[in-house]
């Protein structure tokens, strides 16, 4: 049984991120969803949140799983037995920062990462394009799943 590790920050989670996880699901028997706890950004949601709401969009699948961490990615690969990591891709600017993170966690655990392109049509939908997007005002139905379209409404009015 292979084991992916699905990691991100998912704040919020965006359909670019349930795209890459989907594909994820045809072809590995086990995707743990990991969502980081970054103290270096400001969170608009909280992780268990953020879990929450990933379960809600992810809920059609039976082989996934989701987990909340902090400190290296890799130790969070080992402790949900990960045999790879799966890191989703925009643009190239993406690849070259996740190039250099992919390289130290092999160097550090031997887990390999793979890339998986985002969907063309979602290549330019960030967290943070969404979360701005909805601060403003803006319509984000079409960019999030329904219950992250609900939470990011519930923050705006409570603004």
């Not at 925009?90 to 070259?96: E, V, Y």
Request: net charge negative; glycine share 6%; with cysteine.
């Amino acid at each position: 049984m292979t084991t992916a590790l699905v990691p991100g920050s998912f704040d919020p989670p965006t359909r670019g991120h349930i795209d890459v996880i989907a594909r994820c699901v045809g072809i590995f028997d086990r995707v743990v969803v990991g969502v980081v706890l970054n103290p270096s950004k400001q969170a608009m949601f909280t992780s268990e949140r953020r879990v929450e709401m990933l379960r809600d969009a992810c809920s059609d699948w039976d082989n996934v799983e989701f987990v909340a961490f902090d400190g290296l990615l890799v130790d969070c690969a080992r402790e949900v037995g990960a045999e790879v990591i799966v890191k989703g891709l925009r643009a190239m600017t993406d690849f070259d920062y996740e190039l250099q993170l992919a390289q130290m966690n092999r160097h550090l655990s031997g887990i390999v990462t793979m890339f998986v392109a985002t969907a063309p049509a979602l290549g330019y939908l960030s967290s943070s394009l969404v979360k701005e997007v909805s601060r403003l005002g803006g319509d984000v139905d079409d960019l999030v799943p329904p219950m992250v379209a609900a939470a990011l409404k519930e923050r705006r009015d409570d603004d």
